[in-house]
């Protein structure tokens, strides 16, 4: 005890916001790619712009927090159970940032847990699979999981489509000119809804660790210090940026002009809002990634390299299992020392 807080606690806390400093720096590309590939923005001013938006996104709401830290597992946990589960996230994150793979945080994070869970318990029942139509793993991580990057091509197909109508007449040079200008607006929303949503997740984690230290009751909500300590740490990692990820995403899917950019960043934008409206952790990285397809697509099918595309959907598929198998391994190793 330090203080009268548990060293678990205190690890929690810590790894907690480092896992929100790497999902800044990790998560920063999926935000930015399309402005910095398409020149409207240096890298530099692109994650400064960033930074900030995703500061005020962070602080906005906590209907995605709440989730993490009410629905995904019953009752309480060893805080050693949320140490494994961020160990398990931050190692995935590490390994897919060096290759310069877009992953989710998110769901490197809710695989960790479940998995932690499982082997803390002994049980699959701990974990909450299902409940209501929209609830539990199944409704608010596994349905998202599947019907976000979904939402993504098909949104980001429809607002280019309708662009190519719109602007038809007017010249290139006048297109680009106008949606420089726009994309910065495009840009800042993503990262604020990048905010929104992913912050929150630390934020439920945190939550979690002060319910299960005694320290808050379930119904309690996020605390303002939490709040402000997630916010602040995500700004600080988007700050370093990730440009391994920004070349995969902004140069590697399909070639962006101005006017491509913005229309998958809103399309990516109004997803994400959509889904924490309704206390949904989606990923980031999952719908600006097929935002992107669905804007190339609308060009023609041939224009995004769908070979580049498989490997990501490929890392997509692997993060739960993956994550869920590292958590179980920690957890079990700290079981043994408990």
């Known amino acids: ?40 923005m240096t890298p530099a001013v692109a994650i400064a712009l960033t930074s900030i938006m995703n500061f005020l996104g962070a602080l906005s709401s906590d209907r995605v927090a709440k989730t993490i830290y009410k629905g995904l597992i019953h009752g309480s946990v060893a805080q050693y159970v949320i140490v494994a589960a961020l160990l398990a996230a931050i190692t995935w994150n590490l390994i897919t940032w060096y290759f310069g793979i877009p992953s989710s945080s998110s769901h490197a994070l809710i695989g960790g847990l479940v998995g932690a869970s499982i082997v803390y318990a002994a049980s699959f029942q701990k974990v909450i699979w299902s409940e209501g139509i929209s609830g539990g793993v199944v409704g608010k991580v596994l349905i998202p999981l599947i019907t976000s990057p979904v939402l993504g091509l098909i949104t980001g197909f429809l607002i280019m489509s309708l662009f190519y109508k719109l602007f038809a007449s007017l010249s290139n040079a006048l297109v680009n000119r106008l949606f420089s200008r726009l994309q910065i607006l495009s840009a800042a929303l993503i990262a604020y809804s990048h905010g929104n949503n992913d912050a929150q997740k630390t ?50 899917l399909t070639k962006l002009k101005p006017i491509g950019g913005f229309a998958a960043q ?24 097929t935002a992107i397809m669905g804007v190339g697509s609308a060009k023609r099918v041939s224009s995004v390299k769908w070979i580049l595309a498989r490997d990501i959907v490929r890392a997509w598929v692997l993060t739960i299992p993956v994550t869920a198998f590292l958590g179980a391994v920690f957890s079990l190793i700290f079981k043994l020392f408990a």
């Open 203 to 252: 934020m439920g984690i945190i939550t979690l660790a002060l319910i299960n230290a005694g320290m808050l009751g379930k119904d309690s909500g996020v605390p303002w210090e939490v709040k402000l300590a997630c916010a602040s740490v995500i700004a600080v990692g988007t700050s370093v940026g990730g440009r391994r990820i920004i070349k995969t995403m902004g140069m590697g």
């Open 266 to 289: 809103t399309a990516a934008a109004l997803v994400i809002e959509g889904a924490s409206s309704i206390g949904a952790p989606v990923s980031t990285t999952h719908v600006i990634s």
């Open 1 to 40: 005890m330090v203080g009268g807080i548990s060293l678990g606690l205190i690890a929690v806390i810590l790894l907690a916001l480092i896992f929100e400093f790497i999902n800044g720096f990790h998560d920063t590309a999926n935000a930015i790619a399309t402005s910095v590939s398409t020149r409207v």
